[in-house]
């Protein structure tokens, strides 16, 4: 029993690396030493990146930061507080049982998805605006996301959006220039209308109660057609959006996502809500996170996120979560993973990764997003040791040689 | 069956749940289920820590060894949802990889000792200036000292750091926990 764990690592080498990277790093390395690491760095280029890493200041300086943000006061509360360790270790092989199931449902849901949208119109169909390049490095250039949505109307009826919109509180849906374009208001009951907006679009628009929404690319909401009862309610099923509520102490704000709801008076705040991850941060005023698990209540500056089931509150990088609204990419201790999950959202391109990267490589970097990809991959590849190229949609990473 | 909870317990606990975390966070890149896979290896732990040697080497290694195990089972079932990162070959770990992180947790291990290390006063400032970002004049008031007082700490603690680490390679990042 024992000894089957102890088999599987911290073999003697990897231990002695670390400390002579540690002796390294203080100037005390004996000539063997330093041909140890030599060796050691010369044997995979992941080895070379992570020695380098670890002897250059910004990284540590990153990588510091990383470690620090871990707080073992509050985690030792939530450890000891398990009388009996059953319960959190089930705990777990639940969540991945649960994740399987998710996974299964996710894979039908997209392939009916895929079907659905195909047969609705094949018009929605997103492409990548690639243009020829002006710079030297790539063989084409591709321009960043359009403002544009569809709305699916409860009849069936489909309207293309190409600029902001205001749903009035007679139902008309009214353009920049107060055009009627659509009218929500045609039948008595209250309908739910979904607001679709694609990968590589961005979209704003108005609710009836005054109510402002910024909406991510890859993201769908659902909203009725006026906001009748005790509550105004709306639904985001997949993606991210940013709400300015108007205040309306009578009639709270309800956003519903698969994972939890947010409850406000009057306020301002994202909500993500990705495959990756539901997370909800706090600009201003107060909200109220909930599921059938838990129930926290947010301030400014503070975020909540899905431990497991449970909702768990932290404090927020404002500038970050709330760059993409900003108009920015703002990557501050990403990993390759993060960042490119973004570009790909916004420039509709798909990244193919040389497996020499490492993912616990972290990037940092800020940049307008209303720029052409070269400038990203330029800003990218000055910043880091990554090596871009890219043909068609295709973006091509390796390391810097 | 219910555990008790030892005062060494925590001890453990307070040691090597940095490190769990940074480790899960190499590999995943996500702080939330960082911090999960490690609570997880240590529940596994305390569960099971009388059939464990209490040998400190061995303790790390079952930690290490469990994280990585419910990282690697956690990525075989989530592979659907992960497929894009599959089809690129980017999310499946070899030995290197492993290895890798780990020797990259234990060097961030030791170099966060040398800093814990530092005299209580100095230490304190530098949390305040580095991990919070705030400036003298900011943790002046707060300690209730006074500037100059904040900047003779900072000199001891860059002296300090510097003894300890190689001045050469580190002056970047020493000048940045200090002189700015």
Same mark, same amino acid.
Request: aromatic share 10%.
């Given at each position: 029993?024992?000894?089957?764990?102890?088999?599987?690592?911290?073999?003697?080498?990897?231990?002695?690396i670390a400390?002579i990277i540690v002796k390294h790093i203080q100037g005390?390395c004996?000539?063997?030493?330093?041909?140890?690491l030599t060796?050691?760095s010369?044997?995979?280029p992941r080895n070379e990146a992570l020695l380098n890493g670890l002897l250059d200041t910004t990284d540590i300086e990153q990588k510091l930061m990383v470690w620090?943000?871990?707080?073992?006061?509050?985690?030792?509360?939530?450890?000891?507080?398990?009388?009996?360790?059953?319960?959190?270790?089930?705990?777990?092989?639940?969540?991945?049982?649960?994740?399987?199931?998710?996974?299964?449902?996710?894979?039908?849901?997209?392939?009916?998805?895929?079907?659905?949208?195909?047969?609705?119109?094949?018009?929605?169909?997103?492409?990548?605006?690639?243009?020829?390049?002006?710079?030297?490095? $790539?063989?084409?250039?591709?321009?960043?996301?359009?403002?544009?949505?569809?709305?699916?109307?409860?009849?069936?009826?489909?309207?293309?959006?190409?600029?902001?919109?205001?749903?009035?509180?007679?139902?008309?849906?009214?353009?920049?220039?107060?055009?009627?374009?659509?009218?929500?208001?045609?039948?008595?009951?209250?309908?739910?209308?979904?607001?679709?907006?694609?990968?590589?679009?961005?979209?704003?628009?108005?609710?009836?109660?005054?109510?402002?929404?910024?909406?991510?690319?890859?993201?769908?909401?659902?909203?009725?057609?006026?906001?009748?009862?005790?509550?105004?309610?709306?639904?985001?099923?997949?993606?991210?959006?940013?709400?300015?509520?108007?205040?309306?102490?009578?009639?709270?704000?309800?956003?519903?996502?698969?994972?939890?709801?947010?409850?406000?008076?009057?306020?301002?705040?994202?909500?993500?809500?990705?495959?990756?991850?539901?997370?909800?941060?706090?600009?201003?005023?107060?909200?109220?996170? $909930?599921?059938?698990?838990?129930?926290?209540?947010?301030?400014?500056?503070?975020?909540?996120?899905?431990?497991?089931?449970?909702?768990?509150?932290?404090?927020?990088?404002?500038?970050?979560?709330?760059?993409?609204?900003?108009?920015?990419?703002?990557f501050r201790n990403d990993n390759l993973?993060?960042?490119?999950?973004?570009?790909?959202?916004?420039?509709?391109?798909?990244?193919?990764?040389?497996?020499?990267l490492i993912?616990s490589t972290t990037y940092s970097g800020?940049?307008?997003?209303?720029?052409?990809?070269?400038?990203?991959?330029?800003?990218l590849e000055f910043t880091s040791g990554l090596?871009?190229?890219?043909?068609?949609?295709?973006?091509?990473?390796?390391p810097k040689? | 069956?219910?555990?008790?909870?030892?005062?060494?317990?925590?001890?453990?606990?307070?040691?090597?749940?940095?490190?769990?975390?940074y480790?899960?966070?190499t590999?995943?890149?996500?702080?939330?289920?960082?911090?999960?896979?490690?609570?997880?290896?240590?529940? %596994?732990?305390? !569960?099971?820590?009388?059939?464990?040697?209490?040998?400190?080497?061995?303790?790390?290694?079952?930690?290490?060894?469990? &994280? =990585?195990?419910?990282?690697?089972?956690?990525?075989?079932?989530?592979? &659907?949802? !992960?497929?894009?990162?599959?089809?690129?070959?980017?999310?499946?770990?070899?030995? &290197?990889?492993?290895?890798n %992180?780990?020797i990259e947790t234990?060097v961030m291990?030791q170099i966060n000792?040398i800093i814990?290390?530092?005299?209580?006063?100095?230490?304190?400032?530098?949390?305040?200036?580095y991990?919070?970002? !705030?400036?003298?004049?900011?943790? %002046?008031?707060?300690?209730?000292?006074? &500037?100059?007082?904040?900047?003779?700490? !900072?000199?001891?603690?860059?002296?300090?750091i510097?003894?300890?680490l190689n001045p050469e390679l580190f002056l970047g990042l020493i000048s940045f926990f200090?002189? =700015?």
């Open positions: 029993m024992l000894f089957r764990f102890l088999r599987l690592n911290m073999s003697l080498k990897t231990d002695n400390n005390k004996t000539a063997e030493e330093i041909d140890a060796r050691w010369k044997a995979d620090n943000a871990f707080n073992e006061d509050k985690a030792w509360q939530q450890v000891s507080s398990h009388s009996s360790p059953i319960y959190p270790i089930r705990r777990t092989s639940r969540r991945l049982r649960w994740i399987a199931v998710v996974a299964s449902v996710l894979l039908l849901l997209v392939a009916g998805l895929i079907i659905y949208t195909n047969r609705l119109n094949s018009a929605d169909k997103t492409m990548p605006r690639i243009v020829a390049s002006t710079h030297p490095k $790539y063989k084409n250039d591709i321009l960043p996301a359009v403002e544009g949505a569809t709305l699916l109307l409860a009849s069936g009826e489909k309207v293309a959006l190409s600029s902001e919109i205001t749903i009035e509180d007679n139902g008309h849906v009214l353009n920049q220039d107060n055009d009627k374009i659509a009218d929500l208001s045609r039948s008595e009951e209250v309908v739910y209308h979904e607001l679709i907006v694609p990968q590589t679009h961005f979209f704003t628009f108005k609710l009836p109660d005054g109510t402002k929404v910024w909406v991510n690319a890859n993201s769908k909401l659902r909203f009725p057609s006026r906001f009748l009862g005790d509550t105004r309610h709306i639904q985001l099923e997949e993606g991210e959006a940013y709400f300015e509520v108007e205040r309306n102490e009578k009639q709270p704000f309800i956003v519903e996502t698969s994972e939890a709801k947010i409850k406000v008076l009057g306020t301002r705040f994202n909500v993500k809500n990705y495959q990756h991850g539901f997370v909800t941060t706090l600009a201003e005023g107060s909200v109220e996170v $909930y599921n059938d698990h838990s129930r926290q209540k947010i301030r400014p500056r503070q975020k909540a996120f899905m431990r497991g089931e449970e909702l768990v509150v932290r404090e927020a990088d404002l500038k970050k979560d709330l760059a993409w609204k900003n108009n920015i990419f703002y993973k993060n960042v490119m999950q973004q570009i790909e959202n916004w420039y509709g391109v798909q990244v193919v990764v040389n497996k020499s993912n800020e940049i307008e997003r209303d720029v052409p990809l070269s400038e990203i991959l330029n800003m090596n871009f190229s890219l043909e068609g949609t295709k973006l091509y990473i390796k040689k | 069956m219910d555990v008790v909870y030892r005062l060494a317990d925590k001890d453990i606990f307070e040691r090597y749940y940095k490190g769990m975390c480790f899960a966070y590999l995943i890149g996500d702080y939330a289920l960082a911090e999960d896979f490690a609570q997880d290896a240590f529940i %596994a732990y305390f !569960k099971k820590k009388d059939e464990i040697s209490s040998h400190e080497p061995i303790i790390k290694s079952y930690l290490y060894s469990s &994280v =990585k195990n419910n990282i690697l089972n956690w990525h075989r079932r989530n592979k &659907v949802q !992960k497929k894009y990162w599959e089809t690129t070959g980017f999310m499946e770990y070899d030995d &290197v990889d492993i290895h %992180a780990i234990e291990e000792q814990n290390e530092l005299p209580e006063a100095c230490r304190l400032i530098f949390k305040l200036s991990l919070e970002g !705030k400036g003298n004049q900011e943790i %002046a008031n707060e300690l209730n000292l006074s &500037v100059n007082t904040i900047k003779t700490q !900072k000199r001891r603690g860059l002296k300090y510097q003894s300890k200090f002189i =700015k």
